[in-house]
């Protein structure tokens, strides 16, 4: 199933070298096969007879011995996210505190010893092989930090912009390579030497029917594998440049207000399996046994896989099975690498010999030339000859979110949103790649314990599970690998801005916090409800059939649950932040005009259409802002300093006789929302 190729991008990475010298050849991998190489929600303790696993919803961290099964839940703190080992050290990431969390193992419990303050919503971690520096990432205050684990105090700091969420870190320690979660890009900070580079790698593209590259995403948990050859990243391409259609509705589906839905005229969607908007994949790019790595010779194949329909209709029928990539493991025997597909509710296993490594054999991979001169990668075919699917899909639980490994030979999934940990065999595995009609083999049905029961509604639980869905036939067409997740990240928005055959482009807009505050909802339109919104998109956009308004009633629910975000300056009070709220409600900027609530004075917007800049548009709220850039409904602004610069003609708001350092009072300001 060839659909696409890919584009040859050849980076300038300053401490690159096309030919490594001959000590680039041998060693480089790790010393203990099982260390974490990347960023994970669930780790296993050197000796291995602990397994780790954060509950985010919980505020705890569970402890299984598996010497004797028990397991214990301990205290945490807000919204523990991503977990490292070091020696008898245990840090977790406090997603909802900004914090780190640091226990000592004792072999009977986990011993909280302290918690650390870090930036604005901390997301991964790592830590070297020696158990000696860890690194950790602070995604929306945009810092990493090398600590020391002997007394937590910051190393070295660097900034790095769009959101850096995910870690990994070279056996050699030689590299630490930054993931992010806006504009695709991936990082790499030379960790040794006396000069510090941090260089963008540049992500290969892929190209569609109509020779158009697609945006590029990062969607989850980088690794590295045990060798250190290859750096692996889970990747989401997106057609977000052909046209969408503004009315793409089917004129049977009625909202229940009556000024929902209404009868228009059908279009495409997002559910397409022919010509998928949302092209899931695994990057693989060539890494030299000091960490180097070449960009230029990386390989990407889809991660689409095949699974056996349950219905009684199409028994026995293989259905494609395409989602989103929330992270990816390589297993220490270096054979394989498994991708947790969060909305398809299953593990990927990923042969590793489709990623040959290039160490010290670099140069320019097969290619192919089109007619107009074009040199472009081939994206690899995921059947083999026979027909049959050379990657493996294992079912798991409700969104997968990380996998480790223990020496028995298990991998063991974190679904968090079932808050379980599954046990794959991982030598069945191996042994069925290749032989799907064996999927119903007992081998390969995951033995699965609960960590903890939902503190959720059964409403709430309900729609979130619909939300992260790619697999649902309610929401989502089969094989389209699409959900409300795809475009909305955790909750949020995607950066991306989306073409629609109107002429006037959409920015995702983030759904954190409670929407229905805004309601209507929409740029251009006037949806009257987050519900209707929700069954307009999912029956006629995305592919979904027969969504009764329960289901509807549950994902709005949840919708309207997800957290704020906490945003770089979100309760912190500065002289600077103090100025700039001074000048934005002010009549010289006239910014609160528009952007300002009695109701929901939190959310700065009346939610009224207003004329701006040719077209009428619904204010947006300024809750959040600063992580939601590009701004405005076309994307024509990166940053917040954009946004001032289009107001100076007084044509929304105005901003033209603000000094420099005005300028950076408002902007402190609206990072502050």
Partial sequence: MRIFGLALLVSSLGFLTACPAPPECDGGGLVDAFHATGSRSTVTSPDQRFVYVVNADHDTVTRINRDTGVKQRIEAGASPHRIAVGGDKVFVTLRGQRGLAVYRETGRTLELLQTVDTGAEPAGIVVNEAG??????????????????????????????????????????????????????????????????????????????????????????????????????????????????????????????????GDVDTGDDYGSTINPRFVPALVSVPLSAQGRPEPSSATVVELSGMAMMSTDQFAGFPAIVRGFPSGVTPSPDGHLAFVSMESANSVLAVPMGRFPSNRCVFGTPKTRQDDQGRRALEIDEILDIEGNPQFLTVPVGSGPQSITFNEVGEAMVHTRLDH???????????????????????????????????????????????????????????????????????????????????????????????????????????????????????????????????TVDAIAAFVNSTPEVDTENRGIETDLIAEGRELFHSDRTACSTCHSNEEHPEIYTDNQVHRVFGNDVRTRSLNGIAATAPYFHDGSAATLYDVLDRAKDCSMGCTGDLNAHERDAMVAFLKSL
């Fill in 420 to 550: 379980g940990l599954s046990s794959i065999d991982v030598e069945a595995v191996q042994q069925n790649i290749g032989r799907q009609r064996r999927m119903s083999s007992a081998t390969l049905v995951p033995q699965t314990i609960r960590l903890a029961e939902s503190v959720l509604s059964d409403e709430h639980d309900r729609g979130r599970r619909l939300f992260f869905s790619s697999v649902h036939a309610a929401v989502s067409a089969q094989g389209s690998g699409v959900s409300c997740s795809a475009c909305h990240f955790e909750g949020r928005n995607d950066g991306l801005t989306w073409a629609f055959d109107d002429g006037r482009g959409r920015s995702t807009p983030s759904l954190a916090g409670d929407v229905s505050r805004t309601e209507p909802i929409s740029w251009f339109d006037n949806v009257p409800t987050v519900a209707a919104e929700i069954l307009s998109t999912s029956q006629n956009r995305m592919g979904g059939t027969e969504i009764d308004q329960d």
């Fill in 132 to 261: 000696s520096l860890l690194y950790v990432v602070s995604a929306q205050s945009g810092i990493v930090e090398e600590r020391s684990v002997t007394n937590l105090q910051v190393t070295r700091s660097w900034s790095v912009s769009n959101e850096p969420r995910w870690l990994a870190l070279h056996p050699t320690g030689n590299t630490l390579f930054v993931a992010t979660a806006m504009g695709g890009q991936v990082k790499a900070i030379q960790l040794t030497g006396d000069n510090e580079v941090i260089a963008d790698l540049g992500m290969p593209q892929i190209r569609g029917f109509d020779g158009e590259d697609r945006s590029v995403r990062i969607t989850g948990d980088i690794a590295i594998d045990v060798d250190g050859e290859r750096l692996l990243i889970p990747t989401f391409y997106v057609d977000n440049t052909r046209d969408v259609p503004t009315n793409p509705h089917s004129g049977d589906i009625q909202c229940e207000e009556e000024e929902g839905c």
